[in-house]
């Protein structure tokens, strides 16, 4: 048995920062949270921190709550359940490639990248120390 199908070891997972641009044409922009995706564990989580001081800075117009709104809107999307509105049938995998999709809106997502990991909740928050706060 293999490490994969023993549910030991390490699994492949996928993660994309998500950015706010409170203007878009300017195209300038903070991190505010990560996405973790871990096909093997059926995990799929977003991790958020809202610097405000920062975003202000670059917008000082900038809408603060409808940023939190839409942020809290993205991990209840990853959480499922009625909170993830016409989402919430979804698998993790197809919810986490809604949320990377492209767009054009305030809070945007980054592009993926894969890595290992035992432990896709640790990674979740070991990402957002690291590239987020």
């Known amino acids: 048995m293999n490490d994969e199908s023993s549910g030991h070891g390490r699994h492949v997972y996928e993660y994309a920062l998500l950015r706010i641009v409170p203007r878009v ?6 991190n505010a949270g990560v996405l973790v995706y871990c096909r093997a564990r059926s995990y799929v989580a977003a991790r958020t921190h809202l610097d405000e001081a920062r ?18 809107a993205v991990e209840g999307v990853c959480t499922g359940g009625e909170a993830a509105g016409q989402a919430a049938p979804d698998d993790p995998g197809r919810r986490f490639r809604w949320l990377i999709a492209p767009r054009s809106t305030v809070v945007q997502p980054g592009p993926v990248h894969t890595g290992l990991t035992a432990d896709p909740a640790a990674e979740a928050e070991r990402l957002l120390e690291l590239l987020v706060r």
Request: aromatic letters at 0%; proline letters at 8%.
């Open 55 to 72: 975003l202000l800075a670059l917008d000082p117009r900038a809408d603060v709550p409808g940023v939190r709104a839409a942020l809290r």
């Open 25 to 30: 044409e300017r195209g300038e922009c903070i």
